[in-house]
Nanobody, 124 residues
């Protein structure tokens, strides 16, 4: 059974950095997309970054060059390193996993498994 548990959110000033963690269990990384999504206040959930079958990583244009998704070398934790944070990055951040094809990784409706979410608030 797949389980995902996020941690690491908080309040940070603009320009600062945070690292989110997603502790996974039951995920076979070679067969899954493990991704980060976020849901800003009053908006729909949106794609942030993906580790696709442990081969390639993908990013939303809005975070490219500032955020980095990675997997721990000794465990099954997926990290989201967020640098140069902006107020518009404020959102609840979710970890998700699913057996998806590449063309589907940006669609939150196709993921089977979700964490509980962690709040990130960036002050100006």
């Amino acid at each position: 059974q797949v389980q995902l548990v996020e941690s690491g959110g908080g309040l940070i000033q603009a320009g600062g950095s945070l690292r989110l963690s997603c502790a996974t269990s039951g995920v076979t990384f070679s067969g899954y997309a493990v991704s980060w999504f976020r849901q800003p206040p009053g908006k729909e959930r949106e794609f942030v970054a993906a580790n696709f079958r442990n081969t390639h990583t993908y990013y939303a244009d809005s975070v490219k060059g500032r955020f980095t998704i990675s997997r721990g070398s000794v465990d099954n934790t997926v990290y989201l390193q967020m640098d140069t944070l902006k107020p518009e990055d404020t959102a609840v951040y979710y970890c998700a996993a699913g057996r998806l094809i590449l063309s589907s990784i940006r669609n939150p409706n196709l993921y089977n498994f979700w964490g509980q979410g962690t709040q990130v608030t960036v002050s100006s």
